[in-house]
Structures are given as structure tokens and as C-alpha cells.
């Protein structure tokens, strides 16, 4: 069976530090794009970060930068995303994804929910005092 598997996320208070984890299992995490995704209450889902298939370029949402921190190991067919200095609008169900994009695409194009085929279930953060 084809699946993504999320661990990691729970209640922070703003400042605080989460790992997120989303073991693959069915398929070989390497071959694909990876990319997570988050969805507040009331707001679409928004890409977070990713990194491309073809060349290991990462992309990250301005909302982000310099506080997340995506990443894969290929040994343990697991990606991870570390989040450091979390704030209250960081709150929200993250959502892992896989997909695969034909060698030499743009990362802007793997930035958008609708290009991945593989989902993780879900996991809450909330980040509150």
C-alpha cells in the first residue's frame, strides 16, 4: 500500500521548536518531489516548502524563510520539516506530499497542491500561550 505517514506535531508555545516526519511506505521517497502544505481554519492549503526531484533546489514561503527548514533522508525513506521560532499564524493542520515532475521543471511549478499525487494524512500545530 501506497502511503505517507505524519508524526510530530501537537501544541507549542510561540518561540518553540516542532520536527514534523512523514515516512513513505509502497514507494522510494527519492525519486520523487516532496513538499509540504499547510490549511488554517477558514483559508486554502499553502505550499510551505518543497524540494525538487531534478536538482535537490528547495523552495520555501516567504512566511517561512529562515524558520523552517525542509529535508529528506533517503536511507529512512522520511522527510522531515523542522520549524523554529513558531507563531500563532503558524497554526494549522501540515500536510506531507510526493510527486514526481519530469526532469528539468521549474521549482515554481511544484509549489502548488494540485501537482502531487501522494498525501499525508494530516497532523495539528498549534502554537499558543
Known amino acids: 500500500q501506497l502511503q505517507l505517514v505524519e508524526s510530530g506535531g501537537g501544541l507549542v508555545q510561540p518561540g518553540g521548536s516542532l520536527r514534523l516526519s512523514c515516512a513513505a511506505s509502497?514507494?522510494?521517497?527519492?525519486?520523487?518531489?516532496i513538499a509540504w502544505f499547510r490549511q488554517a481554519p477558514g483559508k486554502e492549503r499553502e505550499g510551505v516548502a518543497c524540494?525538487?526531484?531534478?536538482?535537490?533546489?528547495?523552495y520555501y514561503a516567504d512566511s517561512v524563510k529562515g524558520r523552517f527548514t525542509i529535508s529528506r533522508d533517503n536511507a529512512k525513506n522520511t522527510m522531515y520539516l523542522q520549524m523554529n521560532s513558531l507563531k500563532p499564524e503558524d497554526t494549522a493542520v501540515y500536510y506531507c506530499?510526493?510527486?514526481?515532475?519530469?526532469?528539468?521543471?521549474?521549482?515554481?511549478?511544484?509549489?502548488?497542491?494540485?501537482?502531487?499525487?501522494?498525501w499525508g494524512q494530516g497532523t495539528q500545530v498549534t502554537v499558543s500561550s
Open positions: 509502497g514507494f522510494t521517497l527519492d525519486y520523487y518531489a
Open positions: 524540494i525538487s526531484n531534478s536538482d535537490g533546489s528547495t
Open positions: 506530499a510526493a510527486g514526481w515532475f519530469p526532469p528539468g521543471m521549474p521549482i515554481a511549478t511544484m509549489t502548488a497542491a494540485g501537482s502531487y499525487t501522494r
